[in-house]
């Protein structure tokens, strides 16, 4: 039972254009979510995060917007650059779980020059 | 600052074998996790701790996977006897507490092959 979905496997951009990853998920309990960026053979490593008392935050070319009601989250890069590719990963967590982050499957991100 | 460091990098065991992977988390980190990724899936959490106490291990197969922290700083991850579907990347993370505002840093992983 996948509670944190990430519908398209894999998604290719032109360069300089926007972005656009979604993330759906299942349990009306999770109230913090993330955007995780993952290069070959490294760690994912952390890229933006929302609470569930905003509908949009920003950090740079990152935008990631959140839509409880249809339980769905998106993250936007504009302009999208080649080092931009890599897999991107969603997570979710419920406030009284703390840190116990239920991660999507990924989406691969390939940014064309 | 040094990041989260894992060791091996590879490991290629045959089924029934044992193994154990080590990970010393970013220095002041009190929080560790040990994830599970199997290809094409995202990480998966396998077990938690705070400081050397185990806050969450409810998805490890405690029958067959083992982990401490002993001192509270690194800790080790093991499989006894390894199975077939124990092949994915296992990722050690650490953060600065537990609360919602301190991601996650990540090491690069363990790749596990299991024949």
């Known amino acids: 039972d996948q509670q944190v979905k990430q519908n398209s496997p894999s998604l290719s951009v032109q360069e300089g254009r926007i972005s656009i990853l979604n993330c759906d998920y299942t349990n009306s309990m999770f109230d913090y979510f993330l955007w995780y960026k993952k290069y070959p053979a490294e760690g994912p490593t952390f890229l933006i995060s929302?609470?569930?008392?905003?509908d949009k935050n920003e950090d740079g070319r990152f935008t990631v917007f959140l839509n409880k009601s249809a339980k769905h989250l998106s993250l936007h890069i504009v302009p999208s650059q080649p080092g931009d590719s890599a897999v991107y990963f969603c997570a979710a967590s419920a406030g009284n779980y703390g840190q116990n982050f239920v991660f999507g499957p990924g989406t691969r991100l390939s940014v064309l020059p | 600052e040094a990041g989260v460091a894992q060791s091996p990098r590879y490991k290629i065991i045959e089924k029934r074998q044992s193994v154990a992977f080590w990970c010393n988390p970013i220095?002041?980190?009190?929080?560790l996790y040990w994830y599970q990724q199997i290809l094409g899936q995202g990480p998966k959490l396998l077990i938690q701790?705070?400081?050397?106490?185990?806050?969450?291990d409810s998805q490890l197969p405690k029958d067959r996977f083992s982990a401490e922290r002993l001192k509270g700083v690194d800790s080790t991850l093991k499989i006894q006897p390894a199975k077939l579907e124990d092949s994915a990347v296992y990722l050690c993370?650490?953060?600065?507490?537990?609360?919602?505002?301190?991601?996650?840093?990540f090491g690069n992983g363990t790749r596990l092959t299991v024949t």
């Open positions: 993370a650490s953060s600065l507490d537990s609360g919602l505002n301190s991601p996650l840093h």
């Open positions: 220095s002041g980190h009190a929080t």
């Open positions: 701790f705070q400081n050397n106490g185990v806050v969450d």
């Open positions: 929302i609470s569930s008392i905003k």
